[in-house]
């Protein structure tokens, strides 16, 4: 069994994703889907497994693409921040870009908040922010994803509750 931490938007502010990752080492990837904003290197570092980022729009001089294909025990992703491709209106540039590049998953960022929906055998997914959350409840969020030894995959959305964000020290 595989386990994928995908998250975005930590926009510079990064000790709760810090924390949030000694709380579930070990894990076997870490997928920042942009708005990183510096400490790319620090991220790695810390994540002790592959990492797989992309630029957000505010990541100004970034060495990283805006968009990124790959494969996870054998499902191709497509990971992009999402900022240019309309999102705020609909999520169908998504679904054609996935088609185009033969992905069955696409990761993206921007919204702030977080969404798991699936058509066209396309599967659509956005962490949040671990950050600046928008969705009504104002938690922080990421989707964790759990690759089975059978090839199947899940994906939660999960919330960081109030006793994780009050610790005043970071790991």
Not at 141 to 167: A, Q
Request: proline share 5%; hydrophobic share 35%; net charge neutral.
């Amino acid at each position: 069994m595989k386990k994928i931490v995908i998250v975005s938007d930590t926009h510079r502010q990064n000790e709760l994703l810090y924390r949030l990752l000694e709380l579930l080492k070990p894990i076997d990837m870490l997928i920042h889907c942009g708005d990183i904003e510096g400490d790319n290197e620090g991220m790695i570092r810390r994540a002790e497994c592959p990492v797989h980022m992309v630029a957000g729009n505010n990541d100004y001089g970034n060495m990283y693409p805006s968009l990124d294909v790959f494969e996870i025990e054998g499902h191709r992703v497509l990971l992009t921040h999402g900022h240019r491709y309309s999102i705020y209106r609909t999520l169908d540039p998504l679904y054609y870009l996935a088609l185009e590049n033969q992905a069955e998953i696409v990761m993206f960022g921007h919204l702030h908040v977080p969404v798991m929906e699936k058509k066209y055998g396309i599967t659509i997914l956005n962490p949040g922010s671990l950050t600046y959350p928008r969705q009504a409840n104002r938690l922080p969020s990421y989707i964790m994803m759990t690759v089975k030894d059978n090839g199947s995959v899940e994906y939660d959305i999960r919330y960081l509750e109030k006793p994780l964000l009050r610790r005043s020290k970071w790991i």
